[in-house]
């Protein structure tokens, strides 16, 4: 049992497990039997994770049931089969999307990852793709926005039933098709790139066409970036096109005699020649405003090249968007600034630095200003730690100065009488501390000879210990001696018995 999905990136063949999910199988095959899935878009795909379809209104809210067309709009959604349970643990594997309160219409979902064990128990698994790995591969890749939807349609222009297993419900042949119907208008109109739309810009177009193009996109993209680092206010700002730059200008040029060089085209609004800031010179560049942008074309035109001061100078349009950082008529809402800058607040709980925007004329001056601050701001809390140190001593000699003599005398008195009290209490502690220590001392000979004698009568025990054990000694090796004299002198007489004996009875 299978049924071939005809996509516009390939074929897909699905097998359905008929005997594990009968109800949810006979609503897929019999809405493919009535082609309610051509032109289908793939409304959402999630790169490795899942892609999915099945809604003709092609926004991922919309599908209905096979019995609805049968049974009306009661039966929309069909309940959802549990039993046996079937895991999401392949690539491939397809689901019935669950339209909440575990209810099924026409979405399904095919993975694209391997165990998936979050979506068990929430879709329907009924079927695998058994054919089109590839084809699967190709729709996962492809490249789509923030809400997963493909930039170029990817849809499922046919459906075909290989087997169906499962008689026709009573009243569906009404609702088959002698053949494939056409798609409508509305379900080819997304408003994305066509299925089968060519996505090549350089078709049609000529080399120099299509290097400009490259350019426009390389220098949009320039644009983004110094955007995000934050040199321009916004990637889409455009210079004023009534501004003219003028560079190689002879130090000695002022800015009256460009103004007066240059108004002859036309109202000048202002025109200034940029200078170091602190030496005052000429950097040999200028900017002129006109008040009218034809009086500047006119200007770039016929002063390129010009001799002013013995230099020629060159004119081009300003690429400057200064004004718009500084608030001008075409600055963004909030007055947005060019230099950021770390400002020193001191509150009670201490310093804390916030992240502020500073003007563009203090750009020049920001770093020795943040130093400035930093060291007044040191400067000022040790003057104020000083001040309230003098100002309580201060006090503390106005206090000591307003007492009077009396009290200054009674004072007196009353320090001598506490010094006199003092004196004899610590005259008292002396003596009965050197009572005591009389006392400790005689206690300690008592102590000390108690330990001698007790000590002499240990050591005379001792000795008598050892001579008791010495003596015992001296009286074994003496009668060992006198046992060994004893027999030496038994063997003299036998020696001397059994030489008498062999003598006498020789003779």
């Known amino acids: ?25 006979l609503n897929f095959l019999k809405l493919c039997k009535t082609k309610y899935y051509n032109f289908c878009l793939f409304h959402s795909v999630q790169r490795n994770f899942m892609v999915q379809t099945g809604d003709p209104t092609g926004k991922g ?8 067309k049968l049974y009306g709009d009661q039966a929309r959604f069909f309940e959802m089969e549990t039993n046996p349970r079937l895991k999401h643990r392949k690539v491939g594997t397809v689901s019935m999307v669950n339209n909440g309160g575990n209810m099924h219409g026409s979405q399904f979902l095919i ?11 929430q879709h329907t698994v009924f079927g695998e793709v058994s054919e089109g790995d590839d084809v699967l591969a190709k729709i996962n890749e492809a490249i789509c926005d923030n809400e997963h939807r493909p930039y170029q349609d990817i849809r499922i222009n046919h459906t075909v039933v290989l087997d169906d297993p499962f008689d026709d419900p009573a009243g569906l042949a009404d609702h088959i098709p002698d053949r494939s119907p056409e798609p409508t208008k509305e379900q080819l109109e997304s408003g994305r790139i066509g299925a089968d739309e060519a996505i090549d810009d350089a078709e049609g177009r000529s080399q120099e066409e299509v ?7 390389e220098a949009k993209a320039h644009t983004q970036i110094l955007e995000m680092v ?17 560079c190689k200008l002879n130090p000695v040029t002022q800015d009256d005699d460009l103004e007066v060089i240059f108004s002859r085209f036309g109202e000048i609004k202002c025109c200034e020649v940029i200078r170091d800031q602190k030496t005052g010179d000429s950097l040999c560049y200028a900017f002129v405003e006109f008040e009218k942008p034809e009086a500047c074309e006119e200007a770039y035109f016929k002063m390129d090249n010009v001799l002013i001061d013995d230099r020629r100078i060159h004119v081009d349009f300003s690429q400057s968007v200064s004004k718009v950082w500084k608030g001008g008529p075409n600055a963004p809402k909030g007055g947005q600034k060019s230099k950021f800058e770390l400002k020193d607040k001191t509150k009670r709980a201490g310093k804390q630095y916030d992240l502020i925007l500073e003007d563009e004329d203090e750009a020049g001056h920001s770093k020795e200003k943040g130093r400035d601050a930093d060291t007044s701001q040191d400067r000022r809390s040790k003057d104020s730690d000083s001040r309230s140190r003098h100002d309580k001593h201060k006090k503390k000699h106005r206090r000591d100065s307003s007492s009077s003599e009396d009290d200054r005398r009674h004072r007196r008195k009353h320090h001598k009488k506490e010094r006199d009290s003092n004196t004899d209490r610590t005259g008292d502690r002396r003596r009965r501390d050197a009572s005591s220590s009389e006392d400790e001392q005689r206690h300690k000979k008592k102590h000390r000879k108690h330990d001698r004698d007790s000590g002499d009568e240990s050591q005379k025990k001792r000795d008598r210990d050892r001579h008791e054990r010495d003596h015992d000694r001296h009286e074994r090796d003496y009668d060992r001696h006198k046992h060994r004299e004893h027999r030496s002198r038994s063997r003299e007489k036998d020696l001397k018995h059994s030489r008498h004996e062999k003598h006498r009875h020789k003779h």
């Open 111 to 121: 993975t694209t990852r391997e165990d998936v064990d979050y979506l068990d128990g």
């Open 230 to 246: 934050g040199d321009l206010p916004e990637a889409d700002v455009a210079p004023p096109d009534n501004v003219l730059f003028v």
């Open 1 to 25: 049992m299978a049924v071939i999905l005809e996509t516009t990136l390939g074929d897909l063949t699905v097998d359905l497990f008929t005997e594990e999910r009968p109800r949810t199988c």
């Open 61 to 68: 809210r919309g599908g209905e049931s096979i019995f609805c």
């Open 211 to 217: 290097e400009e193009m490259l350019e426009e996109k």
